[in-house]
């Protein structure tokens, strides 16, 4: 069974930079995509970005000029960064496995997800 | 701003059939596979379909199907346990990215 565990601060000022973890326990790390997707207090998801374990990336287009998504394989977890954070980045934010079925990608597993907030 | 528009809600009594919505455009729900999520209160997201398929563990009264542009989610012989928030997904070849509709709260009379 494939579990994503996550973690990272939850409390952030303006202009301060967002980082978060997620390590991946049971299954294979290699020849999926691993991706973070955030949801604002009482509004939709918003997909952030995604990486594989060679490196590869895909990013969000509105939020890319933020974001920096890295992966370590041999501990089999990816982290995210997101710069000079406002208060319209507080959200939820979860770790997601992308997995491929007809070369359609979907998100089979999710981590629990993380609160984070950001306040002055 | 969603790319996939979601009714905001959608109501029922136990054992009642409903159908959720996804309508998006040639570029991802025309091309790709829709996933649909279910998020209970609040909590993490779960699939329940992906494409036309039931991950395991996903109660068979739960559907899915594609029409074009517009995707829909059955639930047939709706639970008390289904009231949530649903949302669709897929990706979009035009942006290269994920994309989530706008979410269906599911309520059960």
């Known amino acids: 069974q494939v579990q994503l565990q996550q973690w990272g601060a939850g409390l952030l000022k303006p202009s301060e930079t967002l980082s978060l973890t997620c390590a991946v326990y049971g299954g294979s790390f290699n020849g999926y995509y691993w991706s973070w997707i955030r949801q604002p207090p009482g509004k939709g998801l918003e997909w952030i970005a995604e990486i594989n374990h060679r490196g590869s990336t895909n990013y969000n287009p509105s939020l890319k000029s933020r974001v920096s998504i890295s992966v370590e394989t041999s501990k089999k977890q990816f982290s995210l960064k997101l710069s000079s954070v406002t208060a319209a980045d507080t959200a939820v934010y979860y770790c997601?496995?992308?997995?491929?079925?007809?070369?359609?990608?979907?998100?089979?597993?999710w981590g629990q997800g993380t609160l984070v907030t950001v306040s002055s | 701003q969603s790319a996939l528009t979601q009714e905001a809600s959608v109501s029922g009594t136990v054992g009642q059939k409903v159908t959720l919505s996804c309508t998006g455009n040639t570029n991802n729900i025309g091309t790709y596979a829709v996933a649909w999520y279910q998020q209970i209160s609040h909590g993490a997201p779960k699939t329940v379909i992906f494409?036309?398929s039931l991950p395991s563990g996903i109660p068979d009264r739960f559907s899915g199907s594609k029409s074009g542009t517009t995707a829909s989610l059955t639930i047939s012989g709706l639970q008390p346990e289904d009231e949530a928030d649903y949302y669709c997904?897929?990706?979009?070849?035009?942006?290269?990215?994920?994309?989530f509709g706008t979410g269906t709260k599911v309520t059960v009379l």
């Open positions: 997904s897929t990706w979009d070849n035009s942006i290269g990215a994920h994309v």
């Open positions: 494409g036309n």
């Open positions: 997601a496995r992308v997995l491929n079925y007809s070369s359609s990608p979907y998100f089979d597993y």
